[in-house]
């Protein structure tokens, strides 16, 4: 191990990345490299606190350098104050993610049960039984490697969450009810690549991101059937989507047969999130 001060190495970190952002995103990317990775505030670096640098940190800085997120090099990120372990079968959770987690919990009853769809690191699941532990948590993703690290975060964090392998176009072929289904599916149209930066297009699994350019709600049709039939009566479908579809999931979402469906918009004025209700008996 070596020994480095603070400051030194947030320079260190934005000259390497300083080619793929530009200079204020590069040092805040810096700052936010060393507290993922070494829990130090801003007032650590003033003071010039020292760091241990692990035995790889010259290949970690190269991977910082070809653009690679620092939350993939880290191997972790903080999602609403808790820190996840990801790696490349995951998507990096994002800030509007996290007011999902916030609609799912003014919407469940103390004791619901609750279902997450697509998974991912189990930053959804994992924060509701963290931030709930009353809640009946269970969490689905197609991905091996995915639910692999979200089982692993689950353990970390001392979430009692169960995880499953299922395919939601194949849930026909799977068992449960639930008071609350959530998701974060894909819903990037293939047409809005050419608007996304390099480092999301090149280290982000396109599985858990992408969707055709013709069939663009696919994903929402899936969950609004699987969700009409798995709900129970009065439950709640919650979920993030495209901003720039927010009309056409809600009519589709009606068309299928939910009673009351709402539209909300993210902390940055973006139509974000739907919940949608199963009539009652």
Not at 72 to 79: E, L, P, Q, R
Not at 142 to 168: H, K, P
Request: aromatic letters at 10%; charged letters at 25%.
């Amino acid at each position: 191990m070596k020994l480095i001060s603070s400051p030194i190495l947030i320079q260190q970190i934005t000259d390497a990345i300083s080619t793929h952002y530009d200079a204020t995103e590069a040092r805040a990317i810096a700052f936010r490299c060393l507290d993922v990775g070494w829990n130090l505030s801003s007032m650590d670096i003033i003071l010039k606190k020292e760091v241990e640098l692990p035995a790889d940190w010259p290949s970690r800085l190269a991977r910082l350098a070809t653009g690679e997120p620092l939350q993939y090099v880290m191997g972790k990120t903080y999602f609403r104050d808790h820190l996840f372990e990801v790696n490349s079968e995951t998507l990096i959770p994002r800030p509007e993610t996290e007011e999902l987690v916030e609609l799912v919990l003014e919407k469940a009853s103390k004791n619901a049960s609750v279902l997450d769809v697509g998974t991912g690191s189990g930053c959804i699941p994992i924060s509701l039984k963290l931030e709930r532990p009353s809640l009946q948590v269970e969490a689905w993703d197609i991905s091996r490697g995915a639910l692999e690290m979200a089982r692993q975060n689950a353990e970390t964090l001392r979430a009692a969450v169960s995880f499953q392998q299922q395919d939601i176009f194949a849930w026909p072929s799977s068992n449960g009810h639930w008071d609350i289904i959530v998701s974060n599916p894909p819903y990037v149209t293939e047409e809005e690549k050419k608007e996304m930066a390099n480092h999301v297009l090149d280290f982000e699994p396109h599985l858990a991101l992408f969707v055709p350019n013709d069939d663009a709600l696919k994903y929402y049709e899936a969950l609004a059937d699987f969700a009409i039939e798995r709900l129970s009566y009065g439950g709640y479908l919650c979920l993030e989507i495209n901003q720039y579809f927010g009309t056409q999931t809600m009519e589709l979402l009606f068309s299928k047969g939910f009673q009351e469906v709402q539209l909300k918009k993210d902390f940055k004025g973006n139509d974000r999130m739907i919940v949608a209700q199963k009539s009652g008996l």
